[in-house]
């Protein structure tokens, strides 16, 4: 069936550094998609989402990147910092609004 | 109380017991959701309503049920839990059912 999923399983980066947390999608129907944040012993917290119809949008130090030509997600966080260290998920949602999480990427910053 | 609360926090749970797990939220919010998180599977969807009196089965609903009897609240229960519900679970809401949903902190569940 349709499946969102992630590239790399951890990333660790340096205080200071950019960070880039890429997640692939093959559901080409979805309009919308979310990036969450999840802290050790937490729920899922929203960070960002984009709807199909964008390829860009920018928040508070995150950006979001999105290319349907080759259904490619991407998180950019700006200045990493250690507080930015949680498992983050990509999620696609369909028409009937229900969501599909990839497997999630922990990023690991290092002081 | 603020945005949406579980409980319990967690809770060991002999096999065969019926459990129910709370779920509170005070936004207002039409939808609401309920997930399992096990490792290596991420968040799976169990049942959902999109607004009270109304509720739908997601992508893993067998052994569990749910009610939303109003708007606030969100049960789910396990009538008789076996080990394979062992899983943290978390539930959901949305304003409507196609805005962004938002999470409580979560049950952690043993069966044992």
């Known amino acids: 069936g349709e499946s969102v999923g992630l590239h790399l399983p951890t990333l660790s980066v340096q205080e200071g550094d950019n960070s880039i947390i890429n997640c692939a999608y093959s559901?080409?129907?979805?309009?919308?998609f979310i990036w969450y944040k999840q802290e050790s012993g937490k729920g899922p917290q929203f960070i960002i989402d984009?709807?199909?119809?964008?390829d860009k949008r920018q928040g508070q130090r995150v950006t979001v990147l999105l290319n349907k030509t080759v259904k490619h997600l991407s998180l950019q966080i700006a200045a990493t910092q250690p507080g930015d260290s949680a498992v983050y998920f990509c999620?696609?949602?369909?028409?009937?609004?229900?969501?599909?999480f990839g497997g999630g990427t922990r990023l690991m910053v290092k002081p | 109380i603020a945005g949406i609360t579980q409980a319990p926090t967690s809770q060991i749970l002999a096999a065969g017991r019926r459990m129910t797990l709370r779920c509170t939220q005070d936004m207002r919010h039409n939808a609401m959701y309920w997930y399992r998180q096990d490792l290596g599977l991420g968040l799976r969807l169990i049942h959902y309503?999109?607004?009270?009196?109304?509720?739908g089965k997601g992508e893993v609903p067998d052994g569990y049920s749910v009610s939303r009897a109003n708007t606030d609240d969100f049960p789910l229960t396990l009538a008789s839990a076996v080990p394979s519900q062992t899983s943290v679970y978390f539930c959901a809401s949305s304003p409507d059912r196609t805005d962004t949903q938002y999470f409580g902190p979560g049950t952690r569940l043993t069966v044992l």
């Open positions: 984009i709807r199909s119809n964008m």
């Open positions: 559901n080409s129907a979805s309009d919308y």
């Open positions: 999620a696609e949602v369909d028409a009937g609004n229900m969501l599909t």
């Open positions: 309503s999109n607004t009270a009196g109304t509720t």
